[in-house]
Every structure is written in C-alpha cells, then in structure tokens.
C-alpha cells in the first residue's frame, strides 16, 4: 500500500513534466514558425 502511495505522485509528476515539456515545445515551434513567415515577408 505505501509502495502504491509512494508511486501515484511520482507519475503525476513525471505526467506534469512531459506536459509542460509538450507544452513548451508547442509554443516552440510556433514561435519559430511565425517567425519563419514573418521574415519571409520581409524578403
């Protein structure tokens, strides 16, 4: 029972993490893709 305890906050934590870290990478490549467009325009 206390192994099972122990165990649920840590997949919540590693969850959260790939979470923000999907998160970031999506923010990520938009950034970069609006920039890409905006500096085709500039051409």
Known sequence: MLLVATQYPLKI???GLIDVNYVLLVK???LCYSLYTASRQFM
């Open 13 to 15: 934590a590693c969850y």
């Open 28 to 30: 990520g490549f938009r």
